[in-house]
């Protein structure tokens, strides 16, 4: 069992395999260059996946495989694969934004996947291409489908702008709950890589934008979610993340490892290790020292709390 420095159980591992985006969204990475780092300077799926191995063996329990965008890396089946294979029980999951998925969704699935999460933002052509940057809308509902036809469990995932997309939240709740789809509003988590423009809304304001057309009760808070949930008169359930809560962090139980090998304890902090040596020289004993300080050193909570904090963390390295 892994335990940070705050007596809280950490078994959840994020894995990003690359810092790489098809995507330039507003509240991410909007004036970032089409760039990225050297092959050459990643570890290798293998090399990731000994120390998802580790990870494993000292009490995770749940990985999930973000980017950057993940399926610009070729062969994540394989890595899928590899994971899936490893011990049985573990929940392995996907983090993309959908446009790649009708060519891959049927084989991530064959290769172990469960989940996935797409982010989806708007419904309107030209709105989703204002977020983006990019004419996107077609392709990730595409992707959506196709990851539906696989078989894999489907969650939708939303970023409510001011100005952007806040008159369709009701819209993607409807297409969602026809759907059987789970959706999560996450409140916009102010960076220095994001859009200076960029303006989101507080939990409490989704929650009003919903209300006008909806009646719903607040689901009482189990286990480690970082969303809290929300029911419906007819029983769907939505939820919202609140980073911007003091209780976000409360019952945070997540790691991130980048492709480059950096092990980082908290989204908003830049404070990290990196493991890559140890996993190169295969000195396992080592990444496990390694990973137990990064617990050890994990802060209590992020300052989004704090008014006029913005985080200078890169969310494209660290799959958010």
Same mark, same amino acid.
């Given at each position: 069992?892994?335990?940070?420095?705050?007596?809280?159980?950490?078994?959840?591992?994020?894995?990003?395999?690359?810092?790489?985006?098809?995507?330039?969204?507003?509240?991410?990475?909007?004036?970032?260059?089409?760039?990225?780092?050297?092959?050459?300077?990643?570890?290798?799926?293998?090399?990731?996946?000994?120390?998802?191995?580790?990870?494993?063996?000292?009490?995770?329990?749940?990985?999930?495989? +973000?980017?950057?965008?993940?399926?610009?890396?070729?062969?994540?089946?394989?890595?899928?694969?590899?994971?899936?294979?490893?011990?049985?029980?573990?929940?392995?999951?996907?983090? +993309?934004?959908?446009?790649?998925?009708?060519?891959?969704?049927?084989?991530?699935?064959?290769?172990?996947?469960?989940?996935?999460?797409?982010?989806?933002?708007?419904?309107?052509?030209?709105?989703?291409?204002?977020?983006?940057?990019?004419?996107?809308?077609?392709?990730?509902?595409?992707?959506?489908?196709?990851?539906?036809?696989?078989?894999?469990?489907?969650?939708?995932?939303?970023?409510?702008?001011?100005?952007?997309?806040?008159?369709?939240?009701?819209?993607?709740?409807?297409?969602?709950?026809?759907?059987?789809?789970?959706?999560?509003?996450?409140?916009?988590?102010?960076?220095?890589?994001?859009?200076?423009?960029?303006?989101?809304?507080?939990?409490?304001?989704?929650?009003?934008?919903?209300?006008?057309?909806?009646?719903?009760?607040?689901?009482?808070? +189990?286990?480690?979610?970082?969303?809290?949930?929300?029911?419906?008169?007819?029983?769907?359930?939505?939820?919202?993340?609140?980073?911007?809560?003091?209780?976000?962090?409360?019952?945070?139980?997540?790691?991130?490892?980048?492709?480059?090998?950096?092990?980082?304890?908290?989204?908003?902090?830049?404070?990290?290790?990196?493991?890559?040596?140890?996993?190169?020289?295969?000195?396992?004993?080592?990444?496990?020292?390694?990973?137990?300080?990064?617990?050890?050193?994990?802060?209590?909570?992020?300052?989004?709390?704090?008014?006029?904090?913005?985080?200078?963390?890169?969310?494209?390295? +660290?799959?958010?």
């Amino acid at each position: 069992m892994l335990i940070d420095g705050h007596g809280r159980e950490v078994d959840y591992l994020r894995v990003s395999v690359t810092e790489r985006c098809n995507f330039r969204c507003q509240y991410c990475m909007p004036e970032k260059p089409f760039s990225w780092v050297p092959r050459e300077e990643l570890l290798s799926y293998e090399e990731l996946f000994e120390f998802v191995k580790v990870a494993i063996d000292e009490g995770i329990r749940k990985v999930r495989i +973000t980017g950057g965008e993940p399926l610009l890396r070729e062969g994540l089946d394989n890595f899928v694969k590899m994971i899936a294979e490893y011990k049985d029980g573990i929940d392995l999951a996907l983090t +993309t934004n959908g446009y790649l998925l009708p060519q891959v969704a049927d084989k991530l699935a064959k290769a172990g996947l469960k989940r996935i999460n797409v982010s989806l933002d708007s419904l309107k052509e030209e709105v989703a291409e204002k977020i983006a940057q990019k004419n996107v809308l077609k392709k990730v509902l595409e992707g959506i489908q196709a990851a539906d036809d696989a078989g894999l469990k489907i969650k939708i995932n939303c970023v409510p702008m001011r100005g952007v997309n806040d008159k369709e939240l009701v819209d993607l709740i409807e297409f969602c709950r026809k759907r059987e789809y789970p959706i999560r509003f996450i409140e916009f988590m102010e960076n220095e890589h994001a859009h200076s423009g960029a303006k989101g809304y507080t939990s409490e304001q989704i929650q009003e934008i919903i209300g006008k057309d909806y009646k719903f009760k607040k689901v009482e808070r +189990t286990g480690s979610s970082p969303s809290q949930d929300y029911e419906m008169e007819d029983g769907y359930v939505f939820g919202i993340i609140e980073p911007h809560k003091d209780d976000f962090c409360a019952t945070c139980n997540r790691i991130r490892l980048t492709a480059s090998g950096v092990l980082i304890p908290c989204l908003y902090f830049e404070d990290a290790q990196s493991i890559k040596e140890a996993i190169k020289n295969k000195d396992i004993k080592k990444a496990v020292e390694i990973l137990k300080d990064v617990l050890a050193k994990k802060p209590e909570k992020n300052r989004w709390s704090e008014d006029s904090k913005i985080s200078s963390r890169a969310f494209y390295e +660290t799959g958010g």
